[in-house]
């Protein structure tokens, strides 16, 4: 009787789903972003529970993680990624945090929390191409893709189960299955569409926040790049991201179809590249491990501002190889 109940129980979550506004069309308008229902699936994760699970995931990375920890360069990251996160469907909070990796490669956890690797700001020579990283990240996050899709895989779970073994109902099997706050990240993977919806509303986001959408298409072209000159070295990323022609080809239709050009974007901005040098600087840094006292090099170089007063962004359109 319980897996008859379960059973009911998604059947009739899914017709509720269906029955729900089309969002299809609002999906293509980046005028009603904030107004829509991108997040909407199958989920049995109430906000509050993603971002008690997102936090706590959080919490793991950063235990295993080197995060950079330089002021200027967090506050300028969080400031760029809040920027877009308010140009977003999302409806959660947001904190940036910059991982000194050198892998080109950002994630977002469920529930807000985005990370971004430093060799990903090493690659973006603009910001317009930063902010495309993040953008994706935001997307994923505000469209629930790891929440909807660890619901579907748990409900596989659970109509599988014997009928006995559902005793306790919804909140027993999440117990058992390890679905509660300590799901392990192993869990939680992108489907090729959550990426395809990731880039799709991601180049919205940057385009409602005043960017260039094309810093979209050449962050991919640049990172396909990447991935033919190195590929083993990149397997990892390409694993959660996979990139090929199809992805470029996609975002360039997309951006004709749906965006109505704008006569100026920003393409890029002086306080980019200097925070972007100074990262590069202070990775010459040593190595602090968590333990004694961080070693900062002493500024007045790269500071932003020191090399160019002139903080105005770059509006311009992005001339893009063909
Ligand atoms: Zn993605």
């Given amino acids: 009787m319980r897996f008859l109940s379960a059973a009911i129980l998604v059947v009739s979550l899914a017709v509720a ?11 293509d308008d980046p005028n009603q972003i904030g107004n829509r229902d991108v997040g909407k699936c199958l989920n049995m994760f109430s906000i509050e529970k993603e971002i008690a699970l997102g936090k706590q995931l959080s919490e793991e990375v950063k235990r295993q993680a080197r995060l950079n920890d330089d002021p200027l360069v967090g506050e300028y990251v969080n400031r760029v990624g809040q920027n877009l996160a308010r140009s977003s469907d999302a409806k959660v909070p947001f904190t940036f945090q910059v991982v000194e990796d050198e892998a080109p490669n950002a994630f977002a956890l469920p529930g807000g929390f985005v990370f971004v690797n430093t060799g990903l700001i090493k690659i973006a020579d603009e910001e317009d191409e930063f902010a495309a990283a ?10 629930r893709h790891l929440t909807c899709q660890a619901t579907k895989q748990q409900l596989l779970t659970m109509l599988a189960l014997p009928a006995g073994a559902v005793l306790g109902g919804w909140g027993g099997v999440l117990a058992r299955q390890g679905m509660g706050l300590g799901m392990p990240m192993a869990f939680m993977q992108f489907t090729r569409a959550n990426e395809t919806e990731a880039d799709y509303l991601g180049v919205q986001y940057m385009y409602a926040a005043g960017y260039d959408p094309n810093g979209a298409v050449s962050m991919f072209e640049k990172l396909e790049m990447l991935e033919r000159q190195k590929p083993g070295t990149l397997s990892r990323i390409f694993a959660s991201h996979p990139l090929d022609s199809t992805r470029i080809d996609k975002t360039q239709a ?13 393409v890029t901005t002086s306080e980019y590249h200097d925070i972007r040098e100074r990262l590069i600087t202070l990775e010459n840094r040593p190595a602090n491990n968590g333990q004694g006292p961080t070693l900062r090099r002493a500024t007045g170089s790269g500071q932003p501002g020191d090399a160019d007063d002139d903080q105005r962004p770059t509006l311009k359109r992005k001339d893009l190889v063909e």
């Fill in 17 to 27: 789903t269906a029955s729900a506004s089309d969002p299809k069309k609002s999906k």
């Fill in 134 to 143: 993040l953008a994706h990240e935001i997307a994923h996050v505000a469209a």
């Fill in 254 to 266: 997309e951006i004709q179809r749906i965006l109505p050009s704008k006569p100026e974007y920003v």
